[in-house]
């Protein structure tokens, strides 16, 4: 047979009964009471009531009567309720009485019954009985404190109606939630003294005026404890269906007082808090005998995203079929709901937190696709919006983690606060990822909770991926410092200023000692003195090799240099070989200084071209005016290294960066 059988036949034809009589309000109405029907012995009636005193009631001039019945508080199905005023402790008090048209034997012990319970359950949510007698008629009356106020079931319809005790809450649900623990409270209490309310629904709970919540009507309960006087019916005495259908538990529904106790009270405060979140009865029906049945089954209820996932978990404990499923007893729900209420403050920090990360998710999301897009180098600013895009990510993670963080602090078992939190970190860590970040990601992936194998997976082939780059970006590191014409460039400034000093003094001395008639300028002597100048160049190299060899442009510029020395040797021996005229090698000379200096103007530096100007000018007077050779040589010679000197004295780059400054 399934948990959710069908009724027996012989349980649905009591139920049929019951919804065809008169309830209390008059009509068949699954929120209303249904009364046991077992009347009060008459001999058991008549002793009970001799025992009671009489209560005096009258008008002002009846000396003897202590209570001075008011205008009417309220009237139910068996009862009606008068102010009064009791002259004795100067206090406004409610007198209970039987309707007249409703005095017999079943209203007198429901009165008396309702009487005797709550004179035993001495407690704040719990209505005080101060006194209970007969008037002069003979008939019960109970006499109570008068509460100013409503039932709660009205504000549930007009939440405007609550007390001002409870508008400081942020959701009328949470006020709710707040009777519904003191209306444990009650219940709790009653069970500790063994009596079973057996009709809880929202209709018998007042609230106060000034926030005061009380548990009234407990006409129909049921007492676990046998104490041999018969003024509570004993649940295992139950043989009938009794309370009312909308929140009855299966067992009651059922009508086995055997079943019967604490955790059918606790069923209907299950009831009442599915009413509370649904706004719908627990046991819906559109009559009698649906919701009866409805009882019967106790079907678990699958509630909708916007009911929090631990409150639909206690509502559906609290209501389960079995009473051994349930909460086991009023004070554990009390606290399982006290419990919730302290997380609210967490549930909200997570919804608010969700919020944020939704839209992280679609920054996310569009910074994926442009990111994928991206073929071309960036302008400025498109690379301006890239950056506040990327900010924007880096602010709504951080303000999303730090309020899921914020909320596990305040309950650490919060399951929508820790699965937010893992899937912001994933998320990071994918973006990460993307943008290349392995300290980053790394960091990130120790936090992840869940399967990290992809992730792993993707951090090391970032791994290898940055150490290929870091190597490549090695190599054009070590490319552009060898290429870096700039560097040591001052190292060569002196080294072509004191070649220019050489190379121009040299010249010089030579034409004055052939002018005095004291050296002659023949081949041997000529190449005597290149190879004097071609060693004073080494010589210089040598004692600054560090800079002018740092790097390999500087290696070059050098080798150069030695090359085109090396090769003027070479035209000389060539020239002497030819039989031409030292005045015309020394021509042909410059003019291969000029355009080894173009050539070295046109790949290396484009400052080196009036330098070769230089040389040149000195081929050609030198080639017209022989006679003057050497004045021309030196003259070229100290005048293009000196050039040569004075650009290089400057880094190219800071020449350029002044350059642009001054157009």
């Not at 019945?69 to 009791?86: D, I």
């Not at 017999?104 to 209970?132: D, F, Y």
């Not at 309960?221 to 259908?245: C, F, K, M, N």
């Not at 869940?450 to 490319?479: C, I, M, P, T, V």
Request: contains cysteine.
């Amino acid at each position: 047979m399934s948990d959710f059988d069908s009724p027996a036949p012989t349980l649905v034809a009591r139920w049929e009964t019951l919804a065809l009589s008169d309830t209390a309000a008059g009509a068949p109405d699954a929120g209303s009471t249904i009364a046991a029907r077992r009347p009060l012995e008459t001999f058991q009636r008549q002793q009970a009531l001799g025992a009671l005193p009489l209560i005096h009631t009258g008008s002002d001039n009846d000396e003897k009567a202590d209570f001075l019945p008011g205008e009417p508080l309220g009237q139910g199905g068996m009862g009606v309720v008068h102010q009064a005023h009791q002259r004795s402790l100067w206090r406004d008090v409610a007198i209970k009485t039987i309707r007249p048209d409703r005095r017999n034997s079943e209203s007198t012990r429901g009165l008396l019954k309702e009487a005797w319970v709550t004179g035993m359950l001495e407690h704040p949510n719990i209505i005080p009985v101060h006194a209970l007698g007969v008037d002069a008629s003979g008939a019960p009356m109970l006499v109570m404190k008068r509460v100013e106020g409503l039932a709660w079931f009205d504000t549930l319809q007009s939440p405007e109606l609550l007390p001002r005790r409870f508008a400081g809450y942020r959701e009328p649900l949470d006020a709710h939630l707040e009777i519904l623990m003191q209306v444990c409270d009650a219940v709790h209490f009653a069970h500790s003294r063994g009596v079973i309310h057996r009709d809880l629904k929202p209709e018998n709970v007042m609230l106060g005026d000034y926030g005061e919540v009380y548990l009234v009507d407990w006409g129909i309960a049921v007492s676990l404890v046998d104490d041999g006087t018969d003024r509570i019916q004993l649940a295992r005495d139950v043989d009938e269906v009794a309370g009312t259908p909308s929140y009855m538990a299966p067992e009651m529904a059922r009508g086995e007082g055997a079943s019967i106790d604490q955790r059918s009270d606790v069923y209907q405060l299950g009831a009442i808090l599915h009413e509370l979140i649904t706004h719908t009865p627990r046991n819906a029906g559109d009559s009698v005998m649906a919701a009866l049945i409805n009882a019967y089954q106790a079907t678990p209820v699958i509630y909708g995203p916007d009911v929090p996932e631990e409150l639909a978990t206690i509502c559906n404990t609290a209501t389960a079929r079995l009473p051994e499923d349930r909460f086991q007893s009023a004070e554990d729900l009390r606290l399982a709901l006290a419990s919730y209420q302290h997380h609210r403050d967490s549930r909200r920090l997570a919804d608010e937190a969700r919020v944020r990360l939704i839209t992280l998710e679609a920054h996310l999301h569009e910074w994926s696709g442009d990111a994928s897009q991206t073929q071309q180098p960036l302008a400025a600013t498109d690379r301006s919006e890239d950056n506040d895009a990327t900010a924007r990510i880096y602010r709504l993670y951080a303000e999303c983690r730090f309020a899921f963080e914020q909320a596990l602090t305040v309950w650490p078992d919060n399951l929508q606060a820790r699965e937010g939190l893992d899937r912001a970190i994933e998320h990071m860590l994918d973006f990460e990822l993307k943008q290349g970040d392995e300290k980053a990601a790394a960091l990130l992936l120790d936090e992840i909770r869940g399967d990290r194998s992809a992730f792993e997976e993707r951090l090391r082939a970032l791994r290898l991926r940055l150490h290929d780059e870091a190597r490549e970006l090695q190599k054009l590191k070590k490319l552009s410092y060898d290429v870096d014409i700039d560097l040591n460039s001052a190292a060569r400034s002196r080294m072509s200023f004191l070649l220019g000093v050489v190379l121009g003094i040299i010249p010089l001395i030579n034409s004055g000692l052939v002018h005095l008639g004291l050296a002659t300028m023949t081949f041997p002597e000529y190449f005597l003195q290149y190879v004097g100048v071609i060693g004073g160049a080494g010589l210089i190299v040598f004692l600054m090799r560090k800079r002018l060899l740092s790097n390999a442009i500087n290696t070059r510029i050098i080798i150069s240099i030695f090359v085109i020395l090396f090769g003027s040797l070479i035209m000389r021996v060539m020239g002497f070989i030819l039989g031409l005229d030292v005045a015309g090698c020394i021509a042909l000379e410059n003019g291969l200084f000029a355009f080894a200096l173009m050539m070295m103007a046109t790949s290396l530096d484009a400052r080196l071209w009036p330098a070769s100007i230089a040389f040149l000018a000195g081929a050609i007077g030198g080639g017209l005016l022989p006679h003057w050779m050497l004045e021309f040589d030196g003259a070229s010679n100290a005048a293009a290294l000196w050039i040569i000197a004075w650009v290089w004295r400057v880094p190219r780059q800071r020449s350029l960066s002044g350059q642009r400054g001054e157009s």
